[in-house]
């Protein structure tokens, strides 16, 4: 009797479950919108979970009794003492398959890495990072900007809107970011704009981060000097991971999963540098595939299968089942 397993990856913006079999095949693939419990509740964080699964599983033409391992990836999940909570919202999924609940990193770790074990740096409107050693020891971060681990695009911003100030009260360098957000926002000029600012007539948030990137491709030393900012910090955040599971002297992947990866050759580039000192046989690999694709592998980790020499197989035919999806 062929075995299912099922996939989630609940994030901060969208969230997407997968339907796949014992050989790696992709079957069924249900799509949602923000699902942090944190942001949305519990009570919607439920409902959004009973949706993806049921969407999911009639998508595959599959039965819930046939599910044999579950893998939950949740933005948000980041403390032992939330897993109670995180418990009571699955229960009215009523499954009878074994399953485990991970922070989302470690679904994005599980989809990129070649040896299902390593470090991962998600980048987006903000960033965390998570890692798994062999052993299936955790190294994390926080997950705070606020304690001082934010590089993804609203530090960014943030940061680029200090540099505009700087440069306007004499305290900084000329920089074109001025002239760019000026544009952006459509003021009439950088005092216009920086009123405008302070006094929350105008609003500036993460999804100004390309200009940032755009202002840097085209020279501008301060917005350069800001992507390469960002790509230490990232680094350094990857290293912090290393140490914890002391990986320094390890072959392993560094997967880079969001975003705000996208933006600019420069952060990966300074990310490389800071990991390379300290790790100089980590890889780093961009994640191509949907997270989810790691939920799926972690179900079947959960139910004893083995996984990695069906990864290769459930990332192409997850593909083809997007793609055919997206057709629709």
């Keep these: 009797m062929t075995r299912y397993f099922l996939g989630f990856d609940v994030g901060a913006t969208k969230s997407h479950a997968l339907v796949a079999d014992e050989a790696g095949q992709a079957l069924g693939f249900g799509q949602g919108g923000p699902g942090n419990p944190m942001d949305i509740g519990h009570h919607a964080f439920a409902e959004l979970l009973r949706v993806l699964t049921q969407e999911a599983l009639v998508s595959a033409g599959v039965d819930d009794k046939d599910i044999a391992g579950v893998g939950f990836g949740i933005g948000g999940y980041d403390w032992p003492s939330q897993r109670g909570p995180m418990l009571e919202a699955i229960r009215p999924l009523a499954l009878r398959a074994p399953f485990e609940i991970v922070n989302d990193a470690i679904i994005a770790l599980l989809a990129g890495a070649s040896q299902g074990w390593g470090v991962a740096v998600i980048a987006g409107t903000s960033c965390n990072c998570w890692g798994w050693d062999q052993d299936r020891r955790v190294g994390r971060m926080t997950g705070f900007s606020w ?182």
């Design 147 to 328: 304690l001082g681990e934010g590089a993804g695009s609203h530090e960014l911003v943030i940061r680029a809107l200090q540099a505009v100030a700087r440069e306007w009260t004499r305290r900084g360098q000329p920089t074109r970011l001025s002239e760019a957000f000026v544009e952006l926002t459509g003021a009439r000029d950088t005092a216009d704009f920086l009123e405008g600012l302070t006094l929350e007539r105008i609003k500036v948030g993460a999804e100004a981060a390309p200009a940032v990137f755009r202002v840097a491709a085209e020279g501008d030393p301060v917005a350069r000097e800001l992507i390469l900012w960002a790509g230490r910090e990232l680094g350094d955040l990857a290293v912090g991971v290393m140490r914890q599971l002391n990986l320094e002297t390890r072959v392993f992947d560094v997967v880079l999963a969001g975003s705000f990866f996208n933006g600019s050759p420069l952060l990966v580039e300074a990310m490389r540098e800071v990991v390379h000192r300290i790790a100089p046989g980590a890889r780093l690999v961009r994640l191509h595939v949907p997270p989810v694709v790691g939920g799926v592998l972690l179900g079947m980790e959960i139910a004893g299968a083995h996984t990695l020499s069906v990864r290769g197989p459930l990332i192409e035919s997850t593909d083809r089942l997007l793609a055919s999806e997206s057709q629709r």
